[in-house]
């Protein structure tokens, strides 16, 4: 009888202990989305997958889940060679289903970032632009929750130093952060990149991340450089006891 009972707690326990993500894609071509936890329990979900336009898919993670990411790739081919660089961008370690532990994909991507059940109760999301751009993106939820996007295609307008990479027809497909396309030219020492001597939220304001401004008047509800919180719009919270649906549109 205890044994029933334990067990019966621990599937309830089970029940409670997952969220509910939904991932459609409303691009009227194939993306492949893709996965990646940065810590903590893992969902049950694959990394990796292909969505035809207009598909979606729901599936469960963690309560708690830390430092997810969702994101789509784009001009994918894993018959040969599967790996990081089987997509034009976005792809990652592991080709069509990517590595657990080091498939966080390929810049420029954009990210759907998700840290549920965090500090204070609250769950954090985010539509990130710190790797760049390669599609637009909608976070929205069933519980009046805010909305974070980058719903524009900031591929045709990107300034030149950032544009690409670029389809067989001469299109971008993607538009690179200051940091990636490495414009000043040290990565490791950057106010671009908030590294080295710039990386504290003091050191690196984003007057001083080149073409900040484009993303962020373009996207002023996604997180756009490193230390971007003060600039409003950059990271979104919910009240973790509502239990948030959330549901991630590429091409809203």
Same mark, same amino acid.
């Given at each position: 009888?205890?044994?029933?009972?334990?067990?019966?707690?621990?599937?309830?326990?089970?029940?409670?202990?997952?969220?509910?993500?939904?991932?459609?894609?409303?691009?009227?071509?194939?993306?492949?989305?893709?996965?990646?936890?940065?810590?903590?329990?893992?969902?049950?979900?694959?990394?990796?997958?292909?969505?035809?336009?207009?598909?979606?898919?729901?599936?469960?993670?963690?309560?708690?889940?830390?430092?997810?990411?969702?994101?789509?790739?784009?001009?994918?081919?894993?018959?040969?060679?599967?790996?990081?660089?089987?997509?034009?961008?976005?792809?990652?370690?592991?080709?069509?289903?990517?590595?657990? @532990? &080091? $498939?966080?994909? /390929?810049?420029?991507?954009?990210?759907? !970032?998700?840290? +549920? %059940? #965090?500090?204070?109760?609250?769950?954090?999301?985010?539509?990130?632009?710190?790797?760049?751009?390669?599609?637009?993106?909608?976070?929205?939820?069933?519980?009046?929750?805010?909305?974070?996007?980058?719903?524009?295609?900031?591929?045709?307008?990107?300034?030149?130093?950032?544009?690409?990479?670029?389809? @067989? &027809? $001469?299109?971008? /497909?993607?538009?690179?952060?200051?940091? !990636?396309?490495? +414009? %000043? #030219?040290?990565?490791?020492?950057?106010?671009?990149?908030?590294?080295?001597?710039?990386?504290?939220?003091?050191?690196?304001?984003?007057?001083?991340?080149?073409?900040?401004?484009?993303?962020?008047?373009?996207?002023?509800?996604?997180?756009?450089?490193?230390?971007?919180?003060?600039?409003?719009?950059?990271?979104?919270?919910?009240?973790?006891?509502?239990?948030?649906?959330?549901?991630?549109?590429?091409?809203?």
């Amino acid at each position: 009888m205890k044994l029933t009972l334990i067990s019966s707690l621990a599937l309830a326990s089970g029940v409670l202990a997952q969220r509910t993500i939904t991932v459609y894609n409303a691009c009227p071509f194939t993306i492949w989305p893709a996965m990646f936890t940065g810590s903590g329990t893992h969902p049950a979900y694959t990394t990796g997958w292909q969505a035809a336009s207009f598909t979606a898919v729901t599936f469960q993670v963690p309560s708690n889940w830390n430092a997810g990411r969702i994101w789509g790739r784009r001009n994918c081919d894993f018959s040969t060679n599967p790996g990081p660089n089987s997509c034009l961008d976005g792809g990652c370690n592991g080709g069509l289903v990517c590595d657990p @532990s &080091t $498939g966080t994909g /390929v810049p420029p991507a954009t990210l759907a !970032e998700f840290t +549920l %059940d #965090g500090s204070g109760g609250l769950d954090y999301y985010d539509v990130s632009l710190v790797d760049g751009y390669n599609l637009p993106v909608r976070i929205t939820n069933n519980v009046g929750c805010g909305v974070a996007d980058c719903p524009v295609d900031l591929g045709p307008n990107c300034p030149a130093p950032l544009k690409g990479p670029y389809d @067989s &027809t $001469g299109f971008p /497909v993607g538009c690179k952060s200051a940091c !990636e396309a490495n +414009l %000043d #030219g040290n990565p490791s020492n950057s106010p671009n990149c908030c590294t080295g001597q710039y990386d504290t939220a003091a050191t690196c304001p984003s007057s001083g991340v080149q073409y900040y401004s484009y993303f962020k008047s373009n996207c002023p509800n996604s997180y756009c450089y490193a230390y971007d919180e003060p600039n409003g719009g950059a990271i979104w919270t919910c009240n973790s006891a509502l239990n948030a649906v959330y549901t991630i549109t590429f091409c809203p």
